[in-house]
């Protein structure tokens, strides 16, 4: 049996550590660099927003939310963008659709999707 009273081990050795925090102390008596990397660092981009890729997947979400809307929401007749897209109803209907699409969806393996799949989502319809 595994002995779990010692605390878990530390994610990098103790030596390497006390480099980074050193490293991190040079970094910052550079006020130049430090003005550099903050300029860089507002307009950091985590993914290529243009890509193919994000382009296909916020499309497919805002297709997927209207949808949704059509079908819960209005089924009678068929609505206008300004009834899909109402700045009145759209956060709570976003919810209702994350909520709804992590009910009813089924990742590759069989389970439910992941918070990141739920992320994306969201993120595709507020784009």
């Not at 919810?95 to 393996?109: E, P, R």
């Amino acid at each position: 049996m595994a002995d779990n009273s010692r605390p878990p081990p530390t994610a990098r050795p103790q030596r390497e550590r006390a480099r980074l925090l050193a490293n991190f102390e040079k970094a910052a008596v550079d006020e130049t660099a430090i003005e550099k990397r903050r300029v860089a660092s507002e307009n950091l981009y985590t993914f290529d927003y243009q890509s193919a890729a994000v382009i296909k997947r916020r499309a497919n979400a805002r297709l997927l939310f209207e949808a949704y809307v059509k079908v819960t929401y209005i089924p009678a007749i068929e609505p206008t963008e300004g009834q899909i897209w109402n700045l009145d109803t759209i956060i709570e209907r976003t919810k209702d659709v994350i909520f709804t699409y992590a009910s009813v969806a089924q990742g590759q393996i069989g389970d439910k999707p992941k918070a990141g799949v739920l992320f994306q989502l969201k993120d595709g319809i507020y784009w």
